[in-house]
């Protein structure tokens, strides 16, 4: 597969392909990795997807942005998409409805930048939101969820790996007007950064909105696991062959 770096919009990503020459993408993925890993943490996922369902190397664009902004975390000054309570960041949040409910200071610059992003990548492509799919792991997923819920167009479908409940009230009103967008949700049951039981509570806001959400919990960590990368090569290859 190709990659090459580059910047849609406001931020700089990796574009990974196998498409034809000249070919155009039938399907553009938007993967986001997560606060703390660097911008192509989640560039391996692309061949593995294929490996997984051949069908979509020549048929798909990977996208892989990078968090604009810098944080603070045990010393270092790491990627991130907007800051986090000291708490969530060293795993020791407790008042999760709190956390639940908060609009995270920064969200709204991470959504403009990739919402810029998806803009350009839509007019490169000629591909509209419809025929983009958007997903990241934890950070990265609290922004595309974020972003899939506001669009004016709904995406082809959202993936959330180990994400968390945010923006409780608002994501609840907004996710009725995204009635069939396809989710694809997966979470350690021991995942001691975010907590557990708060992918449940977004599972339920999404579901209880008429979205068609798979849950894919697993016994693991704050990670993508086996199962759910699996998953995710089959749940791209039903977007690609749905139109």
């Known amino acids: ?22 070919a155009r993408p039938e399907l553009a993925v938007v993967l986001c990795h997560g606060l703390g890993a ?10 593995e997807l294929v490996q997984l369902e051949p069908e979509l190397g020549p048929k798909v664009r990977f ?37 639940a409910a908060s609009t995270p200071e920064g969200l709204a610059q991470a959504r403009r930048g990739l919402m810029s992003l998806l803009s350009e990548l839509s007019a490169a492509t000629k591909l509209p939101y419809g025929r983009i799919v958007l ?20 995406p082809a479908g959202l993936c959330i790996l180990s994400g968390s409940l945010i923006c409780q ?26 907590a557990f039981p708060q992918a449940e509570r977004l599972h339920t806001l999404l579901k209880d909105a ?6 894919l919990p697993f016994n693991g960590p704050h990670t993508i696991s086996p199962e759910a990368l699996e998953r995710m090569a089959e749940f791209l290859h039903d977007r690609l062959e749905k139109r």
């Open 210 to 215: 008429g979205l068609p959400v798979e849950f």
């Open 38 to 47: 660097p911008p192509t943490d989640l560039v391996p996922l692309a061949p």
């Open 169 to 194: 009230d608002e994501w609840k009103q907004r996710a009725q007007k995204r009635k069939g967008m396809p989710v694809l949700q997966s979470h350690g049951r021991v995942d001691d950064i975010l």
């Open 63 to 99: 996208v892989f942005p990078g968090a604009p902004l810098r944080v603070e975390m045990m010393g270092q000054r790491v990627p991130a998409w907007f800051p986090l309570p000291p708490e969530v960041l060293m795993g020791q949040e407790r008042d999760w409805d709190k956390f």
């Open 1 to 22: 597969m190709r990659s090459a770096k580059t910047r849609l919009g406001e931020l700089d990503c990796v574009v990974v392909d196998a498409l034809p020459e000249g």
């Open 135 to 154: 997903g990241g792991f934890s950070q990265g997923a609290m922004l595309t969820t974020d972003v899939a819920l506001r669009l004016e167009e709904a």
